[in-house]
């Protein structure tokens, strides 16, 4: 089992930028893909930002596309995710969570591939 604190989340007006965090435990982090998600009030969890073990390997939903980074320091086994340019439909519950399977080449955008735990997730609110 893999332990995740997700960070960072807060109140900030439309164009301002936020910077989460996710600190894991519990598994051999480094070997994982890992990948933030969001959930809306009403809506399904949806993937956002996908990084490979190495992180060579990098996916964005089409929403996130320029305007979030994702990335990783396998040394403290956290993940990133830097947002600008935020918009009031990115208001969300933001979580993070690791690839079932070890060193996966390619970065999977299907929720269903991550774990079943989940962390408690960061709350973001983007205000117009």
């Known amino acids: 089992q893999v332990q995740l604190v997700e960070s960072g989340g807060g109140l900030v007006q439309a164009g301002g930028s936020l910077r989460l965090s996710c600190a894991a435990s519990?598994?051999?982090?480094?070997?994982?893909?890992m990948g933030w998600f969001r959930q809306a009030p009403g809506k399904e969890r949806e993937f956002v930002a996908g990084?490979?073990?190495?992180?060579?390997?990098?996916r964005y939903a089409d929403s996130a596309k320029g305007r979030f980074t994702i990335s990783r320091d396998n040394a403290k086994n956290t993940i990133y995710l830097q947002m600008n340019s935020l918009k009031p439909d990115d208001t969300a519950v933001y979580y993070c969570?690791?690839?079932?399977?070890?060193?996966?080449?390619?970065?999977?955008?299907?929720?269903?591939?991550?774990?079943?735990?989940w962390g408690q997730g960061t709350q973001v609110t983007v205000s117009s």
């Open positions: 969570n690791a690839d079932r399977i070890p060193w996966r080449i390619v970065v999977t955008t299907t929720t269903k591939d991550y774990g079943d735990s």
């Open positions: 519990g598994r051999a982090f480094s070997t994982y893909v």
């Open positions: 990084i490979s073990w190495n992180g060579v390997g990098i």
